[in-house]
Nanobody
Framework: QVQLVESGGGLVPAGGSLRLSCAAS????????MGWFRQPPGKEREFVAC????????YYADSVKGRFTVSRDNAKNMVYLQMNSLKPEDTAVYYC?????????????????WGQGTQVTVSS
């Protein structure tokens, strides 16, 4: 099992930036890919971005492509989500997740371990 703790959320005006962090601990060696998901108020959880631990390959949802950047620091067991040009529709609880499945996956069901989430609110 992998423990995940997100941080870095907050309130930011439209057009602003935030960087979310995800600290991973436990059986990290069993994971292949880290993902970021979000759940807007009153909506279903949705995929945001993912990255593989080894190659650093990335994949983004169309809604955040060009504005968000996912990265990882293998030495520190950290994953980051840099969010620029934020929009009110980016308001959500953001979750970090880990999967042992190889490759890039947008499916939440493939991710085994989840953090508690961090709130991001973008004001208009």
């Amino acid at each position: 099992q992998v423990q995940l703790v997100e941080s870095g959320g907050g309130l930011v005006p439209a057009g602003g930036s935030l960087r979310l962090s995800c600290a991973a601990s436990g059986r990290i060696f069993s994971t292949s890919t880290m993902g970021w998901f979000r759940q807007p108020p009153g909506k279903e959880r949705e995929f945001v971005a993912c990255i593989t631990w080894t190659a650093g390959s990335t994949y983004y949802a169309d809604s955040v492509k060009g504005r968000f950047t996912v990265s990882r620091d293998n030495a520190k067991n950290m994953v980051y989500l840099q969010m620029n040009s934020l929009k009110p529709e980016d308001t959500a609880v953001y979750y970090c997740a880990a999967t042992a499945a190889r490759g890039l996956s947008t499916l939440g069901a493939r991710y085994r371990d989840w953090g508690q989430g961090t709130q991001v609110t973008v004001s208009s």
